[in-house]
């Protein structure tokens, strides 16, 4: 929606286990959503972060902005740099478990050190990935 935006919380966080529910709305075709996690320097639109992807067919991927430092699977990883967003890492979810729109599904984001890891709906992780391990201090 407009005007765009995110909620941050006031403390950084290195390790930790992020769990909650979402659904996109009925007879939706392309809703919009993420959660960022380890963002570092400015706020802004956006900040330089990780973001857990929640785009409709999406749900599981990892979107590594403003250079954020990213790896996985090689055929997965793609790099591209943005004029507005600089260097962006697009990892691709291995798997599909979206709901279909209406539906709760339900997410898990677990961060240890340089691993993060994504599931949705359950079941093994579908992402998993090497990151930026130590929150930069302020």
Not at 21 to 32: C, F, I, K, V
Not at 69 to 85: C, H, I, K, Y
Not at 95 to 111: H, L, S, T, Y
């Amino acid at each position: 929606g407009q005007p765009r935006g995110y909620l941050y919380t006031e403390k950084d966080y290195q390790d930790f286990t992020l769990q909650f529910e979402w659904r996109y709305p009925l007879g939706a075709t392309n809703s919009n959503g993420g959660a960022l996690v380890r963002m570092t320097g400015e706020h802004g639109i956006w900040p330089r972060c990780l973001e857990f992807q929640l785009n409709q067919h999406q749900a599981g991927d990892f979107w590594a902005i403003r250079g954020f430092d990213l790896t996985g699977p090689t055929e997965q990883l793609r790099v591209m740099t943005n004029a507005s967003f600089g260097i962006l890492r697009h990892l691709k979810r291995q798997v599909d478990r979206e709901k279909p729109a209406g539906e709760w599904n339900q997410f898990e984001g677990i961060a240890d050190g340089g691993t993060i890891i994504q599931k949705v709906n359950g079941g093994a992780p579908i992402a998993s990935c090497g990151t930026e391990s130590l929150v930069p201090p302020k």
